[in-house]
């Protein structure tokens, strides 16, 4: 493995008597996109400003590229931060305001500085775009000069603090393969702070959920989707049906009064546990041919599939993502393969969740996803 | 429809009222008056008087003299001041005792600095304790300014305060991530954002200090003349209102020329480039 451009080792932050971070232990490679998860509050922001050093931690060490950092001041760090509001200075014209950082070294030529920002802008599709005053721009533009004036200084890392959430929807989701590219071309680290878990989703390489600040689980998209550690992060990525079971043995588990098979495995025999279904896993059908019966109780078009929600006959309520659209009132079937199950055991801390998962992954190969 | 359109209308009364007695009318009258000799007969001697004899020009550039150095004593301390009060913790009742001097009467305060700074005052019993004491203090062009720019700094202060205030810190961590050092965030971003607050600082203390007239009999032992001693001179010792008026025309194209130098011109920028 690769030294880490970043690492934060037992790191807290308190302000006045609230404590923001309780202890975050990260490290980030040279490279990789990477996103802090998690809703306002929980601290996202503060690590952010911690590694770019506009807020310094309380205690904890920051290590850029293995040398201690946290006393360095923000200015003389090889990161550069693209602000929630841009923060693009108003007296300025766009050519200046991406200038700002490269005249500040005085070691280039006007006739560098120029061809330097030409390029940042052209990278953000920007050049034609030099001489307007920052007024003058919409949302989505300021955020490319944003990005513009980050990267002309060729940063090692990039930090991202929500830059998308100012954007209208069809923006953001064009916005989202925009980071995405440039981060492969310029091959720096990013790091994205944000609370929608479908940009986490949809960008990263490895994501940070957190939560009143912790980090509860790393990993990449794919896995903290399909392995979320605890009730919170399997709530917070995504739509889910959470339930309260137990874990009766091996590769079984009971909920809503019934036993299935499971692929999850290395718990205690009869450990109180949670269950999670993913409602695109479920599937419909008659109530014959059903693993449950539930009552259809409502429908939302969401346009690319129809959000359903049904009870079953202990008031549990069902979300199922279905492509076809079911009738209110109706008594239906829902199937669903063991493999869609995820069992979540109480308080299990992020190590012992990754050893576990580890143990059985080997064994129990061909009963996961294929 | 006719209705809505009177209700609204009332609603600039007070304002036309208030502008047309106390600003039209008067301006209308100083300018008329200028116009006038001793006789009441019209004449533009006044203003001939005013240009050729050297001792209202000299007047004049003394006026704009002290009022510039007024100024600028003020703004080397408010903005310094500003920026320290935007600091701290209550903020707010820091700025609100820097206020409150501007709640107690002119007068009261020129008379408590005759008394801090006379033969027998304050100042010079500290002095005498150096055995460098007494000093003549009151009635020079030090205690003049000196006391000026202690009255005027509030009104310094408070234009530079609510400039800082609007400053998103954003840019302040902006301007040091992309590696700017705390002066040169300070020269290079903070100072032009806050600028209009310097401008409207500089607006409110220079265009008073031109007239100031109390402050130089009481404090400058009438040492320092200024149009505004001009003025209450004519009007109230030579009884030559016309001349009066004609320094007070001056006056106000004055005012009128530094509230358009100081003032903003946006569509000026970009296009210049």
């Known amino acids: 493995m690769t030294e880490p451009i970043i690492r934060l080792t037992n790191v807290f932050k308190r302000y006045d008597d609230t404590e923001i971070l309780k202890g975050i232990d990260i490290e980030l490679e040279q490279g990789k996109f990477y996103t802090l998860l998690g809703p306002s509050g929980c601290g996202k922001t503060t690590i952010l400003r911690i590694i770019a050093g506009f807020t310094s931690a309380t205690s904890g060490d920051v290590y850029f590229d293995g040398q201690r950092i946290n006393d360095l001041p923000a200015n003389q760090r090889k990161v550069n931060t693209v602000f929630q509001d841009y923060a693009l200075f108003p007296h300025m014209n766009v050519h200046d305001n991406v200038a700002f950082g490269l005249r500040l070294q005085k070691k280039f030529s006007k006739a560098d500085i120029n061809q330097r920002v030409h390029e940042a802008l052209t990278s953000v599709r920007l050049a034609d775009y030099a001489d307007r005053e920052i007024s003058e721009l919409s949302g989505g533009q300021q955020q490319r000069v944003a990005i513009a004036r980050a990267i002309v200084l060729k940063p090692r890392m990039l930090l991202l603090d929500e830059p998308l959430s100012a954007l209208d929807a069809k923006l953001r989701r064009d916005m989202q393969y925009e980071l995405r590219d440039l981060q492969q071309r310029l091959g720096i680290t990013f790091l994205f702070v944000t609370h929608d878990q479908e940009e986490a989703l949809a960008m990263s390489d490895e994501i940070f959920v957190m939560n009143a600040g912790h980090v509860l689980q790393s990993g990449t998209p794919v896995d903290i989707y399909d392995e979320p550690i605890n009730h919170f992060v399997a709530d917070f990525i995504g739509e889910s049906n959470i339930l309260t079971g137990t874990m009766i043995k091996d590769h079984e588990v009971e909920f809503v009064g019934k036993r299935f098979e499971c692929a999850d495995a290395g718990m205690r025999p009869n450990e109180s546990v949670e269950v999670v279904l993913r409602p695109e896993d479920l599937d419909i059908t008659t109530p014959e041919n059903g693993k449950l019966t539930v009552t259809i109780e409502s429908q939302l078009f969401r346009g690319d599939y129809h959000e359903i929600v049904a009870y079953d006959s202990d008031h549990n309520e069902w979300l199922i993502h279905s492509t076809n659209p079911a009738t209110a009132g109706q008594q239906v079937g829902l199937t669903f393969e063991p493999y869609d199950i995820h069992v979540m055991r109480l308080h299990e801390t992020e190590a012992d969740f990754d050893a576990r998962l580890e143990r059985y992954d080997d064994e129990q190969a061909e009963v996961k996803r294929p | ?273």
Do not use: C
Not at chain 2, 91 to 114: C, G, H, M, S, V
Not at chain 2, 115 to 141: C, D, E, K, R, Y
Not at chain 2, 194 to 200: F, H, R
């Open chain 2, 1 to 273: 429809m006719t209705q809505r359109h009177f209700t609204s209308w009332t609603y600039y009364v007070p304002y036309g009222l208030w502008v047309g007695l106390f600003v039209i009318a008067p301006v209308g009258l100083i300018i008329y008056q200028s116009f006038l000799d001793l006789h009441h007969h019209f004449t533009l001697a006044n203003y001939q008087a005013y240009f050729e004899s050297g001792t209202y020009l000299m007047m004049t550039v003394n006026s704009i003299w002290w009022a510039f150095l007024i100024t600028l004593f003020t703004l080397l301390i408010s903005y310094p001041a500003a920026y320290y009060i935007h600091q701290l913790k209550h903020r707010q009742l820091w700025l609100l005792l820097t206020i409150l001097p501007t709640w107690i009467n002119l007068l009261l305060k020129a008379y408590a600095f005759i008394g801090i700074f006379s033969q027998a005052g304050v100042v010079n019993q500290f002095l005498s304790l150096f055995g460098i004491g007494p000093q003549q203090i009151l009635f020079t062009n030090f205690s003049f300014v000196f006391v000026a720019t202690y009255i005027q700094i509030p009104f310094m202060i408070l234009p530079i305060y609510n400039a800082l205030d609007d400053l998103s810190g954003s840019y302040i961590n902006a301007s040091h991530d992309l590696g700017a050092t705390n002066w040169q965030t300070f020269s290079k971003v903070v100072w032009p954002l806050t600028l209009p607050g310097v401008k409207a600082g500089v607006q409110a203390v220079f265009i008073p200090s031109l007239s100031l007239f109390m402050l130089t009999r009481l404090i400058g032992g009438n040492k320092v003349i200024t149009l505004g001693t001009a003025i209450e001179e004519h009007f109230l010792t030579t009884m030559n209102w016309g001349m009066g008026s004609t320094i007070g025309v001056v006056l106000i194209v004055a005012m009128v020329l530094i509230m358009i130098i100081t003032g903003e011109r946006r569509q000026d920028r970009g296009r210049v480039r």
